[in-house]
């Protein structure tokens, strides 16, 4: 398999319930990106990890939390959602961060909060 | 706050017409990515220009970075219903961030 992938493509969810999201990259980069894409705005990113590390948290909910095993994986859990967090859920690696490497985006997954 | 907008938001346009689309900023970039996003996927690049000035041409997209590199421009000619997408772009501070703009939505009539 190549490229990023993403699971699940979709997830319906309740207020009081706990997800997680997965993202893998077989690419071999170094960084890794969550990004929230809703209609009408644009792409906000919201973590960054690089090396492992985390390097950014764009001042994301703690309903959100990241976490990051490894340079291929990434996972985004999820508790105690609202309604306005429904919205496509886009994952990314690229080969290192700080650069201007291109995105290597998967096909994200569309959440939708009850 | 650095901020991208691209116009128009929303284009709709026959097959075989042209089309320019833009994208404007305030501030200066490092760097300037163009993505395509066709539905049910992430963001594909399309091209990165770096040089005030630069014209990079792929099939029969045109990209062109602003003097000044603070904006871009997308310039499709004879479209195909293939170029139906969310074209984005994305610029790259000087601090390494990267930004998106807002996305045109292109629709091609066959």
């Known amino acids: 398999e190549t490229g990023v992938t993403q699971t699940p493509r979709h997830l319906v969810m309740g207020m009081t319930n706990k997800k997680s999201l997965k993202c893998e990259q077989h690419?071999?980069?170094?960084?890794m990106y969550w990004y929230k894409q809703s209609a009408k705005k644009p792409l906000e990113l919201m973590f960054v990890?690089?090396?492992?590390?985390?390097?950014e948290n764009n001042s994301v909910p703690s309903r959100f939390s990241p976490e990051c095993p490894n340079s291929s994986h990434l996972f985004l859990h999820l508790h105690t959602l609202q309604p306005e967090d429904s919205a496509l859920y886009l994952c990314a690696s690229s080969p290192t961060d700080g650069t201007s490497n291109p995105q290597y985006f998967g096909p994200g997954t569309r959440l939708t909060v009850l | 706050t650095q901020l991208l907008e691209q116009s128009p938001q929303f284009l709709s346009i026959q097959e075989g017409e042209n089309l320019t689309v833009y994208c404007n900023s305030s501030?200066?970039?490092?760097?300037l990515q163009w993505y395509r996003q066709e539905p049910g996927e992430g963001p594909v690049l399309l091209v990165t220009v770096v040089t005030g000035g630069e014209v990079k041409k792929l099939k029969r997209l045109t990209f062109q970075f602003g003097d000044a590199r603070k904006d871009s421009s997308l310039h499709i000619t004879a479209a195909q219903p293939g170029d139906t997408g969310l074209y984005l772009c994305a610029g790259v501070s000087s601090a390494s961030k990267i930004i998106f703009g807002s996305g045109t939505r292109l629709s091609i009539r066959p």
């Open positions: 501030s200066v970039f490092s760097s």
């Open positions: 690419l071999g980069h170094n960084a």
């Open positions: 990890y690089n090396f492992k590390e985390q390097t």
